[in-house]
Each structure stands twice: as structure tokens, then as C-alpha cells.
């Protein structure tokens, strides 16, 4: 094991902000994780376990070990006529996986194409997009336990899924590091065509009988045509999530604002916090380094030379501005560091 000091995190985080990690180290397998968690222990400072810094913001250099999780591996453990459970490494890319699942033509996650990040990262926040979430397709993992330095395995409902949250967000955060997922996918796909431009753009494709892979096609063209490439510009996804609030105050901002999109659920209405920013006028709008995405405006971005303080103060103006215009506080999806 190699252990790094002062190695600059910009190539490590999708924002490609500048900032430091006293230690620095790459753990490809559990015995080395162990090694890692023991020279932490022995220098007495806190680790942090990099996926694929896709929803982080940086807002200063990090005293800590930094751990780049490169646990690979995909494994079938179990399969019968219609389910198939793979075992996967939690340093894999999340789109590789993807993109495995639909060359066997495995159903499940064809709506989760393109979403950054890797595979250890994904039950954290329970990661979703066009009305599927990972938590439909989860069926355990396994984690190491840093204080004991045993592997635990937590089914689906101990990791306490909800909209984009688990229990390692909280209860558990920082004391498990995922060392692999198994999810459940289907040899015979029920796709999932109805959520937002899906039917359109398989429609505009002209494909009559959909497959895993054409539903997949879909989502990354509508994901392209909207959302920045980390490459190129740096960003996190949604910053901050949907926000749900009571009917009664749905109903109010209904009557001065009488477009505003709402979606039911069980604690009340969900509305795109994209409307509300785009409304408030940010949407596009940029400011020196930094700025609100021009096609998404939940999408908050750094144009090369952006300082995580640039992008936190920007959310929280935005956090103001949503605030005042319709009372609503926007809570970020994304992590502060
Ligand atoms: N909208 C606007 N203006 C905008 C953006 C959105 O008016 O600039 C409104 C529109 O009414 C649109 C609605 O918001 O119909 C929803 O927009 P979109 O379909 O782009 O989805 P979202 O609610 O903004 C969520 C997830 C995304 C996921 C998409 C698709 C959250 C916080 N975000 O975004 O996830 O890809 O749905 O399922 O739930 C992520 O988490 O990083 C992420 C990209």
C-alpha cells in the first residue's frame, strides 16, 4: 500500500475542484482498505472514501486519509428463470455495470444509464432517475465496519432507503465502507417507459418493441442533450433535491404561480426544485468561475477555476432567493466537505 501526501483531489471530483488531501492512498482489495484504516488509526486522523467524487463539493483541503476505492469485480451468485443476482466491486464505474447488465440483456437498471459515480456510492444515496431507484433493484451489500474491522452484510431493508438518502448518510455515516453490492436483475426486463421524455424519445428513435438497450439509448440521449459532461464542465448533478411540501401550501403558490409543476407522494407534493430556481431567475446565469447550469437549472457548475467556496455561496443565495419567492428551503443532494 502507498500512501500519497498532499495530492491535489481536482482530478478526483466531478466539480474538478482544487483541493488537497494530506494522504492520499488506492485500496483494490479489502486487505488493503484494512491496511488503510490501520495507518489512519495509527496517525489518528479521519478517513474519507472516495468513489467517483461525483457528488461531493470540496470547500477545503482535507486533513484526512483519502482512500480511492478501486475494488473491482462483477460475479453472477445466484440465478433462476427469471432473476439473475450479481455481486459487484464498489470501486466499479456505475455505467460499466450498466452497461454489462445490458449486453446479457438483464433488466433493472436501463434507467440508471450514464449517472456518474461508482457502484459503492450508489446505495448511499440511493440513486435514481426516470422513476426507477436503485433501492427496486437492490439486494444487499457487504461493508467493512471500521472500528472492527469485520464485514458486515445489511439487506435492503436495514440500509433504510428513502429519496436519495440511507442509513449510511446517517446513523452509520463514516463508519462503513461498502465493499460490494448485490443487485436483483430480471432475465425478463418489465421496462419502464412511462417517466418524463422516455416513450418520446423511443418514439422519435422509431422503436416499435423497446429493449434494455434501447431504453438505455434513450436515457443518455435525453441525460446528454441536459446535463453537463463532468468532463467538460464540471458539476455534481442536482445539488439540491426536490423539495416536498404540504398540499396547503401547494395550493396557496398555486394561486399566484399557476403553472407550478407538483407530483404527489405520501408526505405531500414534490415540486422540481429546476422550476423553482429557473423561476427565480437564475437559471443560465453566471458569476465569474461559477454558475447555474443554462439547460437544468438544479445543476449548479464550475467553469474551470471555481473554489467550492464559489459554488456553496452561490447555493446558498439560491437557497435565499427560493426562500423569499416561495418559502420553500432547498436542502443539497450534494456533500459538503
Ligand atoms: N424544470 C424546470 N427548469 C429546469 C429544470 C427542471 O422547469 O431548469 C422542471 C420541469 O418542470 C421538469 C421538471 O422540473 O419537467 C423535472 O425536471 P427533470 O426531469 O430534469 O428532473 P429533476 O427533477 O430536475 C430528477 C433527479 C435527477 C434525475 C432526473 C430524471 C433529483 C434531485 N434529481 O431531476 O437526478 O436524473 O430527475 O429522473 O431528484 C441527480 O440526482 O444528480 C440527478 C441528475
Known sequence: MKIQENISLKPYNTFGIDKKARFFTIASSIE???????????????????????????????????????????????STDEFVWVKVGSG???????????????????????????????????????????????????????????????DNPSCEFGYRESIFKHRLKNQYIIT???????????????????QETLNDFKVKTPTVKAVSDAVIYIRQSKLPDPAKIGNAGSFFKNPTISKAHFEKLQSAFPTIPGYPNEEGIKV?????????????????EVGVHEKQALVLVNYGNGEGSDIEALSQKIQQSIAKKFGIMLHPEVNFL
Open 32 to 78: 488493503e482498505l484494512r491496511k488503510a484504516i490501520a495507518y489512519a488509526q495509527e496517525k489518528g486522523i479521519e478517513l474519507f472514501i472516495l468513489g467517483g467524487g461525483s457528488n461531493i463539493l470540496l470547500t477545503s483541503d482535507q486533513d484526512k486519509l483519502v482512500i480511492k476505492n478501486e475494488l473491482t469485480g462483477i460475479q453472477v451468485t445466484a
Open 92 to 154: 466499479v464505474i456505475w455505467h460499466d455495470l450498466v452497461g454489462y447488465a445490458i449486453s446479457k440483456n438483464w433488466g433493472g437498471i436501463e434507467n440508471l444509464s450514464l449517472i456518474p459515480g461508482t457502484v459503492g456510492a450508489s446505495p448511499m444515496q440511493n440513486i435514481g432517475a426516470y422513476g426507477v431507484e436503485l433501492k427496486d433493484v437492490f439486494d444487499s451489500l457487504e461493508a467493512l465496519h471500521i472500528a472492527s474491522g469485520e464485514l458486515h452484510r445489511f
Open 180 to 198: 460490494s453490492v448485490t443487485f436483483r436483475l430480471s432475465k425478463k426486463p418489465q421496462l419502464n417507459t412511462t417517466y418524463g421524455a422516455i
Open 272 to 288: 422540481p426544485a429546476g422550476w423553482l430556481i429557473e423561476q427565480a431567475g437564475w437559471k443560465g446565469q453566471r458569476f465569474g
